[in-house]
């Protein structure tokens, strides 16, 4: 099986400030990596597909880089509607779509 | 865009079954498979399985092989996911999602809260 490993567990950073976070898959998942955004009580969206590929109506603001197991999710300006917990997936082993454990943004 | 709607809160006892559905419309049913994935309260997301719309293949997680099964109705259009011998531990909100084949989930149901306890 695949693992997912994010990091940092938490970012606390400021409004207007750059957020950069971290997905590391234990093997090469080529670029069939996937984001998602998930906030209280909501289910997770999808930002970011094919590791650099923002979804239909995700704001320039967010971008994603990497590939085989090494991957960034950069959040160029934060918003306060940006804070949320951030997940990454990887689907290079389709259907099975094993998550990362998230990283939590927080305001600093 | 797909939309799918789950079915409501559930409280069971260990040892018991719970089947929730996920009802899927706006889009052609038996083109894109489902998967199911779950959230323990406060933890990450686990990805339980997939089962395919078209034909009723299905690939479940190791650690859930012989608890769950996942079936389909394709008049319905309508997804079901059930887990058997339930335990504390399976407390969880319960999610569908689907997408295309070799893509991540696009689309997602509100989820399902499962709550386990004696």
């Known amino acids: 099986e695949i693992v997912m490993t994010q990091s940092p567990a938490t970012l606390s950073v400021s409004p207007g400030e750059r957020a950069t976070l971290s997905c590391r898959a234990s093997?090469?998942?080529?670029?069939?990596l996937a984001w998602y955004q998930q906030k209280p009580g909501q289910a997770p969206r999808l930002l970011i597909y094919g590791a650099s590929t923002r979804a239909t109506g995700i704001p320039a603001r967010f971008s994603g880089s990497g590939s085989g197991t090494e991957f960034t999710l950069t959040i160029s300006s934060l918003q306060s509607e940006d804070f949320a917990v951030y997940y990454c997936?990887?689907?290079?082993?389709?259907?099975?779509?094993?998550f990362g454990q998230g990283t939590k943004l927080e305001i600093k | 865009q797909g939309q799918l709607v789950q079915s409501g809160a559930e409280v069971k006892k260990p040892g018991a079954s719970v089947k929730v559905s996920c009802k899927a419309s706006g889009y052609t049913f038996t083109r894109n498979g489902i998967s199911w994935v779950r959230q323990a309260p406060g933890q990450g997301l686990e990805w339980m399985g997939w089962i395919s719309t078209y034909n009723g293949n299905t690939n479940y997680a190791q650690k859930l092989q012989g608890r769950v099964t996942m079936t389909t109705d394709t008049f319905t259009t309508t997804a079901y996911m059930e887990l058997r011998s339930l335990r504390s531990d399976d407390t969880a909100v319960y999610y569908c999602a689907g997408g295309a084949n070799w893509s991540p989930f696009d689309y997602w149901g509100q989820g399902t809260l499962v709550t386990v306890s004696s």
């Open positions: 997936q990887q689907y290079n082993n389709w259907p099975r779509g094993t």
């Open positions: 093997q090469s998942v080529s670029s069939n």
